[in-house]
């Protein structure tokens, strides 16, 4: 599930995963959840997060490697905000090569910056979100977005698996454009 930030992709992966059976993996949540727990690792990350810059593509790639071994009974994963570097994309790829797995499919939500801006400042009155309480990091994460994460739409598209999805819209009706697009590949 691909997007810029507060493009709903946290929002749609959770019921998209939840209707077929798989597993929703967010490198977001994953760090989030470190720096809660206090943890080395979320200590190092924190200023990393806080300033909406994107932290070592090693330290996500392992994370997500874990997770794809621990997991059984699950039809395939959903990844949320990974892969955000072309050097991520590689990792990923091969890592589920290996494995005998592939990139089936990867949804681009596209959504508007104004729209996004809107999204994020009300978001940040419920998230508690560091990162969501500031325009200048809101700014930055777009920018970051467009700069090292969009290369990677480019590589979704050379593989021929990477759809444009508008992600704009009610909740529901963006969930039944991304349903169509999963509906044509199982
Ligand atoms: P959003 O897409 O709403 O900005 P996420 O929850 O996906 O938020 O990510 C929050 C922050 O966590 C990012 O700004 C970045 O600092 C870090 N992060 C999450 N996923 C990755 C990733 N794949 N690579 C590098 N940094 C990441």
Same mark, same amino acid.
């Given at each position: 599930?691909?997007?810029?930030?507060?493009?709903?992709?946290?929002?749609?992966?959770?019921?998209?995963?939840?209707?077929?059976?798989?597993?929703?993996?967010?490198?977001?949540?994953?760090?989030?959840?470190?720096?809660?727990?206090?943890?080395?690792?979320?200590?190092?990350?924190?200023?990393?997060?806080?300033?909406?810059?994107?932290?070592?593509?090693?330290?996500?790639?392992?994370?997500?490697?874990?997770?794809?071994?621990?997991?059984?009974?699950?039809?395939?994963?959903?990844?949320?905000?990974?892969?955000?570097? @072309? %050097?991520?994309?590689?990792?990923?790829? *091969?890592?589920?090569? !290996?494995? /005998?797995?592939?990139? +089936?499919?990867?949804?681009?939500?596209?959504?508007?910056? @104004? %729209?996004?801006?809107?999204?994020?400042? *009300?978001?940040?009155? !419920?998230? /508690?979100?560091?990162? +969501?309480?500031?325009?200048?990091?809101?700014?930055?994460?777009? %920018?970051?977005?467009?700069?090292?994460?969009?290369?990677?739409?480019?590589? /979704?598209?050379?593989?021929?698996?990477?759809?444009?999805?508008?992600?704009?819209?009610?909740?529901?009706?963006?969930?039944?454009?991304?349903?169509?697009?999963?509906?044509?590949?199982?």
């Amino acid at each position: 599930m691909f997007g810029p930030p507060g493009s709903g992709k946290g929002t749609q992966s959770v019921t998209l995963a939840e209707k077929y059976n798989l597993l929703h993996l967010s490198t977001g949540d994953m760090l989030r959840a470190e720096l809660k727990a206090g943890t080395g690792l979320g200590k190092k990350m924190e200023a990393i997060m806080a300033a909406g810059e994107l932290v070592p593509d090693e330290v996500v790639i392992e994370m997500i490697a874990q997770k794809i071994d621990s997991t059984t009974g699950k039809k395939g994963f959903v990844f949320d905000g990974f892969p955000r570097t @072309v %050097e991520q994309a590689e990792a990923l790829q *091969k890592m589920l090569e !290996v494995r /005998g797995m592939k990139i +089936d499919l990867m949804l681009v939500l596209e959504v508007n910056d @104004v %729209e996004l801006m809107d999204r994020m400042k *009300k978001r940040a009155l !419920v998230s /508690g979100r560091a990162d +969501d309480a500031d325009e200048a990091v809101i700014n930055n994460r777009i %920018e970051v977005y467009r700069s090292k994460t969009e290369p990677v739409i480019e590589y /979704g598209r050379s593989t021929g698996v990477s759809r444009q999805v508008d992600g704009v819209g009610s909740i529901e009706d963006i969930f039944d454009r991304l349903c169509s697009h999963i509906e044509t590949i199982i």
